[in-house]
């Protein structure tokens, strides 16, 4: 397993101790994100959290909401994670605020995600890196 995703698992449960918590790997390619999201979902059971894991093809929004989040939320333990992995349709303007955390990931050029509060570039999958992105400097209208 990568450093990244025990950093970001570390970081993630700093943050959000205790509960029930949603966290989205997603990103341009979401087959891509699906292996991701597998390595960080790795990382929070080997730091002793319940993770159940889901992928979406599609990112639909009000199937997640009622398939999936609404079990989640009803039937697990309560502390756990729902780590959900899929597209950008993920972050949508409405799916957004679903989640506790978000982690995008991408390759090569392609841009970071605003909303992400961590971005990896997998370009080299077996060698993963975290970005940090400097928003503050870019125009009101990026990403819109």
């Given at each position: ?16 101790p ?7 790997v997603?990103g341009?390619d ?16 080997a730091?002793?959290?319940q993770?159940e894991r889901v ?15 609404a ?14 992995s ?27 995600h605003t ?5 990896v570039d997998?370009?080299d999958p077996?060698?993963?890196?975290r ?7 870019l125009p009101a209208?990026?990403?819109?």
């Amino acid at each position: 397993m990568a450093e990244v995703w025990t950093d970001i698992a570390s970081e993630f449960l700093h943050l959000y101790p205790r509960g029930r918590r949603l966290l989205a790997v997603a990103g341009a390619d979401a087959e891509r994100s699906r292996h991701s999201a597998d390595e960080l979902a790795a990382a929070l059971e080997a730091a002793g959290l319940q993770v159940e894991r889901v992928h979406t093809a599609d990112g639909d929004e009000q199937l997640l909401r009622t398939e999936v989040i609404a079990p989640f939320r009803a039937t697990s333990a309560g502390d756990s994670v729902l780590v959900v992995s899929g597209p950008s349709a993920l972050l949508s303007d409405t799916a957004r605020g679903m989640w506790h955390y978000v982690v995008w990931q991408l390759a090569d050029d392609e841009a970071p995600h605003t909303v992400a509060a961590a971005i990896v570039d997998v370009t080299d999958p077996a060698n993963p890196t975290r970005r940090f992105a400097d928003y503050c400097a870019l125009p009101a209208s990026y990403g819109a």
